[in-house]
């Protein structure tokens, strides 16, 4: 598709990418060089307005100080839209609704990726908090690889700021402290919204192990989670060697229960005639010592009953003779 149009006399714009409540994005082709760009442009509705022309400001200021090869280059910038170079792919959220939700172990090494770009993003002389991870603004590349895209909701961490100026961010992968009142934002924001992401693009569905480093990234206080991006990659490296020992450990356990089991029922079946020879002869032993202890029993009690009411005492042992 081609639309036809000429912007700023150098991009001839293909098509629409994508559109939010401020701004367009479009793909174009540079029309000197023949390399694809994306095209952010704010829309004319608000153009002029002073927030949204900070904030369009804010961000391609941003981008001119970061350097990741999964994070679009700033080419140029305007007073109302920047050119970024074109990352192709789709975004993960397509790629999981046209795929499926990911296996474990394709989501864990999309989860690595992802925190090398954040902890490149947090490690700068000005930390920058992403602020808005979500599948939608992850790029899957045809290669396999990931890019980061929009960078509209990124604010550079300030140290001795106790707020952020605007509460940004998308339902259901924000932290508890991007809807305002527990302070500023930082890195660790951007963990709770990893660990989100992560959990979504498998379906909520994945080992015990690693739900724990899951539930470690997403606790509500911030001072429960990771205390930066090195350690999750540390621990999801780690965790696939606990899966195998716990693997391991269960199936000794089991493997013990059932060779106890095992013993037992052979045990019986090899010995049965022994077993049940030893219960004939034990109740053997028994049965006559039980009749002895009876009938003394009876005994003692006649002659408790003789003692007691004399020699006319009913016998027991001895039918009553009827009158005549």
Excluded: W
Excluded at 89 to 100: D, I, T
Excluded at 182 to 190: A, F, N, V, W, Y
Excluded at 253 to 270: D, E, M, N, W
Excluded at 285 to 313: N, T
């Amino acid at each position: 598709m081609d639309t036809g149009i000429l912007y700023r006399d150098k991009y001839r714009i293909k098509r629409k990418l994508g559109e939010g409540g401020s701004s367009v994005v479009l793909m174009g082709i540079d029309e000197r060089k023949g390399s694809a760009v994306t095209i952010k442009q704010m829309k004319k509705d608000v153009y002029g307005s002073g927030e949204n022309s900070m904030l369009m400001g804010d961000e391609a200021g941003m981008l001119m100080d970061i350097r990741h090869p999964a994070i679009p280059r700033l080419i140029e910038a305007y007073d109302d839209a920047f050119v970024l170079e074109y990352v192709p792919g789709n975004s993960l959220e397509k790629y999981v609704r046209h795929k499926g939700f990911l296996k474990e172990k394709e989501a864990v090494a999309m989860g690595v990726e992802i925190l090398d770009i954040l902890s490149y993003l947090h490690s700068g002389k000005r930390p920058i908090v992403y602020r808005d991870l979500k599948p939608s603004n992850i790029i899957v590349r045809p290669d396999g690889h990931i890019s980061l895209i929009d960078f509209g909701a990124a604010r550079y961490f300030e140290r001795n700021a106790s707020s952020d100026t605007r509460n940004l961010g998308t339902g259901g992968f924000a932290a508890p402290e991007q809807y305002g009142n527990l302070g500023q934002t930082d890195p660790r924001t951007d963990i709770y919204c990893f660990g989100r992401t992560l959990l979504q693009i498998m379906g909520g569905k994945c080992s015990p192990e690693l739900m724990m480093i899951i539930e470690k990234c997403t606790k509500p206080d911030r001072e429960d989670r990771f205390g930066n991006c090195r350690e999750i990659v540390a621990a999801l490296r780690k965790y696939p060697k606990v899966v195998r020992k716990n693997y391991f450990l269960a199936k000794a356990k089991y493997g013990l229960v059932a060779a106890i089991l095992a013993f037992i029922i052979s045990f019986a079946i090899t010995n049965y005639e022994t077993v049940v020879s030893y219960a004939a002869y034990d109740a053997q032993l028994r049965v006559p010592a039980v009749k002895e202890r009876l009938g003394l029993a009876g005994v003692r009690i006649r002659q408790m009953l003789s003692e007691r009411y004399g020699e006319d005492v009913i016998r027991f042992d001895k039918p009553v003779e009827e009158e005549e």
